[in-house]
């Protein structure tokens, strides 16, 4: 991502975030002929502690000088997230490209160990995915309970894709907005944490080219290394399902991300699974 993007990021994460927060959060009087949604600039910057002129540049997008302790300073007027903060100073600050970002990205090896855990987790879809959200491994209750990604060609097994392209998914999830958000959420932190890849500013590009409603929904989304969220999907063949997403990043080389979906307790979820997977 080139300087000019990072800034329109930054631009539209600050916008964002200043419009959620309502006034009496931050301790400071609503008053009368607000026009604008959450805080205006001047609060933010009253609270940061910085200019109004200043921060009006940052949130613009401009290329001005700012420091870490100052990032910070906004960071908590606008009361980021430990995720959101890492994302905030990774768009904003100048920083030497990573070797995952210079090199290309090789296939990812999935340890015995990792195999080993798809392997005993029957009841518990799970997928294994890369910084860039392809699927690199999967188990077969994912593949019973979201799609048979083994007949999808490998260059098109990216999870952010399939989620708009394919029918079964979005039929799958009750909410599927809310299914998606934590998808985004978590792909959010990976683009601010690798900013200087450009395949992530490409990819952002083309979903919004492609599919309309992604431009709403990547502006919608929060920043969460590792979302934990309850979702109900309606299985065409199993019926009603509820599963409790838990994210873990694997320690390493690979960057890789294993996305578990257990049953949620005191549901039939676990036992409408098991008796399925006993009959493939």
């Not at 290329?63 to 009361?79: N, Q, Y």
């Not at 015995?112 to 879809?125: D, N, Q, R, V």
Request: charged share 25%.
């Amino acid at each position: 991502m080139d300087r000019e993007a990072r800034l329109q990021a930054l631009s539209l994460f600050l916008k964002s975030k200043r419009a959620k927060l309502l006034p009496d959060e931050v301790g400071l009087i609503p008053g009368s002929r607000r026009r604008t949604p959450g805080l205006r600039r001047e609060e933010v910057a009253q609270l940061a502690g910085v200019s109004t002129t200043w921060y009006t540049w940052l949130e613009q997008g401009r290329d001005i000088r700012m420091s870490a302790s100052v990032l910070d300073c906004v960071a908590t007027a606008l009361r980021l997230t430990l995720d959101e903060r890492n994302y905030l100073h990774a768009l904003a600050m100048d920083s030497a490209p990573s070797a995952n970002a210079r090199e290309e990205t090789l296939p990812p090896v999935i340890s015995p160990s990792l195999t080993k855990i798809l392997t005993e987790l029957k009841a518990c879809p799970t997928l294994i995915t890369d910084r860039r959200y392809d699927i690199v491994a999967w188990n077969e209750a994912a593949s019973y309970v979201f799609l048979d990604f083994e007949t999808i060609p490998v260059d098109q097994r990216n999870m952010i894709r399939l989620l708009f392209t394919r029918k079964e998914l979005q039929r799958l999830a009750v909410n599927w907005e809310q299914f998606v958000s934590g998808f985004l959420a978590s792909f959010r932190a990976s683009y601010g944490q690798y900013v200087e890849d450009d395949w992530y500013e490409d990819f952002l590009q083309e979903m919004k080219g492609v599919h309309p409603e992604f431009e709403r929904l990547w502006q919608m989304s929060e920043v969460k290394s590792a979302p934990e969220v309850l979702i109900e999907f309606r299985h065409a063949k199993a019926g009603k399902m509820l599963f409790q997403l838990t994210s873990l990043v694997v320690q390493g080389s690979s960057d890789l991300r294993v996305s578990i979906y257990t049953p949620a307790p005191d549901t039939t979820t676990e036992s409408k699974l098991r008796k399925r997977m006993e009959r493939l």
